[in-house]
C-alpha cells in the first residue's frame, strides 16, 4: 500500500488555540485525521509526525525515506532550516508544501521559503483546505506514477 507522509513542523501543535484569527480552530490532531480519511478512501496509508525540534523532524524524515509522498508544513523552520531542506531533498520523496495562511500577506521575513522551490507546489493561505487539496493531489501523483510503472 502507498504511503503519505504529513510533517507539521514547530508550534502547529498548538493549532486549534495558537493565533485562532490566523491559523483557524482545527486542531492538529483534526487535520491528521482528516488528511488519513482523505487517503485511506484511496487505499493509502498516513503517517503522520509533528516535533518543535529540527533534528527530530529531520531524524524522523530519514526512517521515512520509502514514502511514496511527502505533505510538508515546515512552520516556521520554513524561513530558517537549510537542515530540513537538505534531509527533504536527501530522501528524494516528491512533495508539496503548505501553509494554513498566506505568508506572502504577512510579514516580510516570511515571504522567503526554503522549500518552494524543490516542492512540485506550494499551498499558502487555504487553511485547513490546503491540506485536504495536497491530500487529493498526492493521491492523483501515485495514480498517476502506478498507471505510467503498470503500462511500462
Aim: charged share 20%; net charge negative; aromatic share 8%.
Amino acid at each position: 500500500m502507498p504511503t503519505v507522509l504529513l510533517i507539521n513542523g514547530p508550534n502547529l501543535n498548538l493549532l486549534g488555540s495558537r493565533e485562532p484569527e490566523i491559523y483557524g480552530s482545527t486542531t492538529l490532531k483534526e487535520i491528521e485525521e482528516q488528511v488519513a480519511s482523505t487517503l485511506k478512501k484511496h487505499e493509502i496509508n498516513c503517517k503522520t509526525f509533528q516535533s518543535n525540534s529540527e533534528g527530530e523532524l529531520i531524524d524522523w524524515l530519514h526512517e521515512q525515506r520509502e514514502a511514496d509522498f511527502l505533505l510538508l508544513n515546515p512552520g516556521a523552520f520554513t524561513h530558517t532550516s537549510v537542515g530540513l531542506r537538505d534531509a527533504v531533498l536527501g530522501v528524494g520523496i516528491p512533495f508539496v508544501e503548505i501553509h494554513l495562511s498566506n505568508v506572502h500577506k504577512r510579514e516580510e521575513f516570511r515571504h522567503q521559503s526554503y522549500f518552494s522551490d524543490i516542492a512540485i507546489g506550494a499551498l499558502a493561505g487555504l487553511g485547513v483546505k490546503g491540506y485536504l487539496l495536497a491530500a487529493e493531489f498526492a493521491v492523483d501523483f501515485i495514480k498517476q506514477k502506478e498507471n505510467s510503472q503498470s503500462s511500462s
